[in-house]
């Protein structure tokens, strides 16, 4: 028969770190993979019963002491408080939107009723007939040349009338306008 060669065979470690692959294998023998894996050894547990050392530590390990735990308590409260304060300002932030919202819909209104009142005024008034009632009914005539009088007004706001104002309108006439 034909001489299959020789076959080593190869722990898990070995296998999975490329040992196998530089095996050479005369023969038409191949390597078969293990079907079932090795299983590793666990630790044995050296007693059921812990020494009083090994449990003495294990509860000190497991409990909190009490500087500890307020503190984690002042923190768990300064952390509510902290988000309590947050949630309150994006609150107030949603109804000061909404009301800057409200107030500029408001505007607008505002503002599309004015301008619709005043193109109406606009348009209700002729100025044509206007010009013509003033100069037709009421006499009134364009300025001429020397019938603006101007003056500097006082440095307050009102101005104080000691006398009437003539029938005519004038109250002085330029010395070079001649009639």
Do not use: W
């Not at 060669?5 to 296998?15: D, H, P, Q, V």
């Not at 348009?123 to 020397?146: P, S």
Request: net charge neutral; proline share 3%.
């Amino acid at each position: 028969m034909a001489d299959i060669g020789r076959m080593k065979t190869y722990s898990k470690a070995e296998y999975y770190a490329g040992q196998h692959r530089r095996m050479y294998v005369y023969g038409s023998a191949a390597l078969q993979p293990e079907t079932v894996p090795k299983q590793i050894e666990k630790p044995k547990k050296q007693s059921a019963k812990a020494s009083r050392q090994v449990r003495k530590n294990r509860k000190r390990a497991q409990s909190i002491s009490p500087v500890y735990a307020v503190f984690l308590t002042g923190a768990a409260i300064f952390a509510v408080c902290i988000s309590v304060m947050f949630l309150q300002l994006q609150a107030e932030v949603v109804s000061r939107s909404e009301n800057i919202t409200a107030l500029q819909e408001e505007l607008s209104n505002l503002t599309e009723e004015n301008d619709t009142a005043y193109r109406s005024a606009e348009d209700a008034v002729n100025l044509e007939e206007v010009r013509d009632k003033a100069i037709n009914e009421f006499g009134m005539v364009y300025a001429a040349q020397g019938s603006v009088v101007e003056y500097t007004g006082p440095e307050s706001d009102s101005v104080t009338q000691y006398s009437d104002i003539p029938k005519d309108g004038v109250l002085a006439k330029s010395k070079d306008v001649s009639e």
